[in-house]
Nanobody
Framework: QVQLVESGGGLVQPGGSLRLSCAAS????????MSWYRQAPGKERELVAS????????EYATSVKGRFTMSRDNAKNTVYLQMTSLKPEDTAVYYC??????????????WGQGTQVTVSS
C-alpha cells in the first residue's frame, strides 16, 4: 500500500535548523512530483516547496525562499526539507505530498500524516 511517512519535526528555537524527511513506498517514486505543504492553526494549508520527479526543478514559497531547501533521493525513495533560520511563523504541521507527474494535478496524489514543527523560544 502507498505510504508517505514524515519525520524530523520537533521543537526548535528561532534561528535554528531542522531537516524533515519523507519516506515513500508503494508506488513508483520517480513518476511523482513531490511537495511540502504546511498548515498553521487558523490558516489555510499552503505550499512550501515542490520538486519535479527527477529533481530538475524546485519551487519555493516566497516566505521560505533562501531559508529552506528541498531535495530528493530517488534511490532512497525519500524527499527532504532542510530548514534554516527558522522563525516562529514557520510553526505548523508539515505534510508531504506526492502527485503523479503525468496526470492532471491532484488526480493521482497521496498525502502523509504530517509532522509538527514548533519554533519557539
Amino acid at each position: 500500500q502507498v505510504q508517505l511517512v514524515e519525520s524530523g519535526g520537533g521543537l526548535v528555537q528561532p534561528g535554528g535548523s531542522l531537516r524533515l524527511s519523507c519516506a515513500a513506498s508503494g508506488f513508483t517514486f520517480s513518476n511523482y512530483d513531490m511537495s511540502w505543504y504546511r498548515q498553521a492553526p487558523g490558516k489555510e494549508r499552503e505550499l512550501v516547496a515542490s520538486i519535479t520527479n527527477f529533481g530538475i526543478i524546485t519551487e519555493y514559497a516566497t516566505s521560505v525562499k533562501g531559508r529552506f531547501t528541498m531535495s530528493r533521493d530517488n534511490a532512497k525513495n525519500t524527499v527532504y526539507l532542510q530548514m534554516t533560520s527558522l522563525k516562529p511563523e514557520d510553526t505548523a504541521v508539515y505534510y508531504c505530498n506526492a502527485d503523479h507527474s503525468y496526470s492532471l494535478p491532484g488526480r493521482n496524489a497521496y498525502w502523509g500524516q504530517g509532522t509538527q514543527v514548533t519554533v519557539s523560544s
